[in-house]
């Protein structure tokens, strides 16, 4: 299975439980971010841009898993920054485990093998190890030699080990269709457990013209999209359908809540309109309606996977085809 059994399941049963208490803006993924210092400093990263006046600020622990208790969603993604430079990484996913959160660790895989020392593999544990493309890609992307080879040896490692293992790829303007599929290859013959492709997100603070303009997804698309029967890819594939344009989805970005040492960061994971103290006080400040409807300049050029696939995992069951569709990739 491209997903874990028990995270689907568990993700079933939220949103049901959430639907039957009348509740329609709620969170199935929490993106953790304990910290946004990093040891690299990434090409296309805005967190070090939009924080750079805070980079040195870490959670408190009982900060940490207070958010989970808050957002109560079924998945926590703990990211930054580099989220294996937290000085409390290993309680908090101990912590994030106890409470039966599916815990994903989105890392550059620098200092995993410090981190595997300490923490057993689990159910409810899994790794996303951030690649962007073939070696000279990926170390032109995060701006230092022999990153990748390093990406390929942990991934090997983990696996040996018995950790689930999935990737993160960035797409962006400069990579080659060919060398997406090269990639996907490649990840498949290393025995990755599951592999996310995504365009580069646009991200207000940065600049330099290094995204994907809508326009130009559909080629990029196109052969992942074709290729997601054969390999382990876990986008969705209706979301998949909206990358290459062959439908439209309206946006969920409440169901991917973003959490910082600054606070719950509103509306979405891509653009900040400000730090919130309570999630409670972001869903207050804002209108979901508008950004569902995608009125913001800013969503124009969006397909950010955690405003869509969120959409798709509300809508699963309203369609009887796209539920087929979505069961048989997931099973195969
Ligand atoms: S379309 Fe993109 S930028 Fe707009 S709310 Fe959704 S995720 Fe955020």
């Known amino acids: 299975m491209r997903m874990p059994l028990r995270l689907m399941l568990d993700l079933d049963r939220h949103i049901r439980e959430k639907r039957r208490a009348g509740e329609r803006y709620f969170p199935l ?71 039966r959160r599916h815990v994903q660790i989105c890392t550059n895989a620098l200092l995993l093998e410090r981190f595997v020392r300490q923490v057993e593999p689990s159910v409810y544990l899994s790794f996303n190890v951030h690649i962007d493309g073939m070696r000279e890609t990926h170390d032109r992307v995060v701006a230092r030699q022999g990153v990748f080879d390093t990406c390929v040896r942990m991934i090997q490692m983990l ?16 990579t080659g269709a060919g060398e997406i599929e090269e990639l996907i290859r490649f990840l498949a ?38 290729l997601a029967d054969r390999y382990r890819i876990i986008n969705t594939p209706i979301y998949l359908d909206y990358l290459v344009g062959k439908r439209d989805l309206l946006c969920s970005p409440w169901t991917t809540v973003t959490r910082n040492p600054q606070g719950w960061k509103g509306p979405c994971y891509l653009i900040t309109n400000g730090h919130y103290k309570t999630l409670k006080e972001m869903h207050d400040a804002t209108d979901w309606e508008f950004y569902r409807t995608k009125q913001d300049p800013r969503c124009r050029d969006c397909k950010l ?17 796209d539920s087929w569709r979505m069961v048989r990739h997931y099973v195969a």
């Not at 967190?47 to 009982?62: N, S």
């Not at 492709?197 to 940065?206: E, F, N, S």
């Not at 996977?305 to 085809?321: I, P, Q, R, Y």
């Open 159 to 174: 696996k040996d080990k018995g950790y689930r293992v999935q990737t993160n790829t960035t797409v962006y303007r400069e």
């Open 189 to 226: 013959r290393l025995g990755v457990d599951g592999m996310l492709l995504t365009p580069g997100y646009h991200y207000q603070v940065l600049g330099n013209d290094i995204y994907l303009r809508k326009e130009e997804m559909p080629y990029k698309f196109e052969r992942v999209r074709d």
């Open 29 to 99: 993924v929490l993106m953790l971010e304990p910290l946004h210092a990093c040891n690299l400093a990434c090409l296309g990263c805005g967190r070090i841009v939009e924080y750079k006046e805070t980079i040195r600020d870490q959670m408190p622990l009982e900060e940490a898993l207070s958010a989970a208790d808050e957002a109560q969603a079924p998945i926590v993604s703990i990211c930054g920054g580099e989220p294996l430079i937290y000085k409390h990484i290993v309680p908090l996913t101990q912590g994030l485990i106890e409470r």
């Open 305 to 321: 996977h955690s405003g869509f696939e969120g959409t798709v995992a509300l809508d699963f069951g309203s369609n009887l085809k």
